[in-house]
Every structure is written in C-alpha cells, then in structure tokens.
C-alpha cells in the first residue's frame, strides 16, 4: 500500500531554515510527482509546489519562488521540501501529497503531515 | 495565483442536501474540468472526494457529487450524515504546472 512518511515536528527560529522529508513506499517513486500542501492553523490549504522526482524538476506558487526549494533521494525514495527565511507566517502543518505533471491531477495519498513551529 | 472562492461555513440537517461552492476565474475553474475535492476532519490530512468536476473515487459514497457551471464548481452532498461534518476544500488546476486552493468550508450538520 502506498505510505508517505514525513519527518517530525520542528521548532525554529525567525530566519532559520527548515526541510521536511517525505520518504515514499509502495510504489515507485519516480513514476508519480510530489506535491506540497501547507496548512497554517485554522486556515485553508496552500499549494507550494511540486519536484519530479524522475527529473529532479521543480514548480512553485509564485509566492514561494526564491524561498523554498524541493529534492529528492532516489535511492531512498524520499522526497524533501526546504522553506528559508522563515517567518512567524510560515508556521503551518506542511504535507507531501503524490500527485503529477498537469492537468487531471488530484491528491489520493498524503503524508500526515508535518508541525513546523516558527518563533521569534 | 489568489485562492478559489468558498463560502465560510454551510449548514443543512441530518438527511437534507447542501451545497458547497466553490469559484474562480476563466484561468483555473474555468478553463479547466480538473477541480477535485477533500474532506479534512480535525487534525487530519484532507481525503479526497471528488477528482476531474464530477468523478468519485472508489469508496466514497454516491451522496457526494460535483459539478460545474463556467466559473463555478460545486459540490453536493446529499442525504446528510452527521459524519459528513467536516471542512471541504476545492482545488483547481490553474495552467503552467500550477495548482490553487479554495479557502474552504466548514460544514455543519445540525
């Protein structure tokens, strides 16, 4: 069954950095695009972007553009999402979610998601 | 990108129908048959409900269906259960590789 296993729960500090890894089972990772979801608490999902972990190849919101950075580790099947100078804006629950290139693309698997806490 | 429009909260009573919706412009919602739908309880990641407007994934029950007119999509639940109590989130694909989010929508079965 596919799993997406993300890592712990981070504090960080204003300014700091902080990456989320999302280790993949089940499947074969370079056949299926990693998205990422973030969720600031009670609020709405927000689309960041996506890597193809076949290519290495990467797409973001506009508004993430120039602050995070998605990799991955085909050996470990694992997928990673970077954000940098972080914000108190940026605390959110961060998940990975398998998805594709375009079009008719929607989220079946997700990650359980992962608490990054920023603090001043 | 700004996010699809949803309304706040929706309410019906246990074996009524309501409707949530879901709007965005002629670059996302309306360009495009690729809005999908998730569920997302307390604490848990979304599920998703509803993929390309109108189709369901195995399993998730026939209450729950989607459609779409211009800018608009919409998604029906009907026969409400109390266990349909939940936020809902539409999504949109939004051309160049890019993906949006509705707001969402907190619905109450009273």
């Known amino acids: 069954q596919v799993q997406l296993v993300q890592s712990g729960a981070e504090v960080k500090r204003s300014g700091a950095s902080v990456k989320v890894s999302c280790k993949a089972s089940g499947y074969t990772f370079t056949d299926y695009y990693m998205h990422w979801v973030r969720q600031a608490p009670g609020q709405g999902l927000e689309w960041m972007g996506w890597i193809n972990p076949n290519s290495g190849a990467t797409k973001f919101a506009q508004k993430f553009q120039g602050r995070v950075t998605m990799t991955r580790d085909t050996s470990i099947s694992t997928a990673y999402m970077e954000v940098s100078r972080l914000t108190s804006d940026d605390t959110a629950v961060y998940y990975c979610?398998?998805?594709?290139?375009?079009?008719?693309?929607?989220?079946?698997?997700w990650g359980l998601g992962t608490l990054v806490t920023v603090s001043s | 990108q700004s996010a699809l429009t949803q309304p706040h909260s929706v309410s019906g009573s246990p074996g009524q129908s309501v409707t949530i919706s879901c709007t965005g412009t002629s670059s996302d919602v309306g360009n495009y048959n690729y809005v999908s739908w998730y569920q997302q309880h307390p604490g848990k990641a979304p599920k998703l409900m509803i993929f390309?407007?109108?189709k369901r994934p195995s399993g998730v029950p026939d209450r729950f269906s989607g459609s779409k007119s211009g800018n608009t999509a919409s998604l029906t639940i009907s026969g409400l259960q109390a266990e349909d109590e939940s936020d809902y989130y539409c999504?949109?694909?939004?051309?160049?590789?890019?993906?949006?989010f509705g707001g969402g929508t907190k619905l109450t079965v009273l």
């Open positions: 390309d407007v109108t």
């Open positions: 999504c949109s694909y939004a051309g160049s590789y890019t993906w949006v």
């Open positions: 979610a398998r998805g594709c290139g375009g079009g008719s693309c929607y989220y079946v698997h």
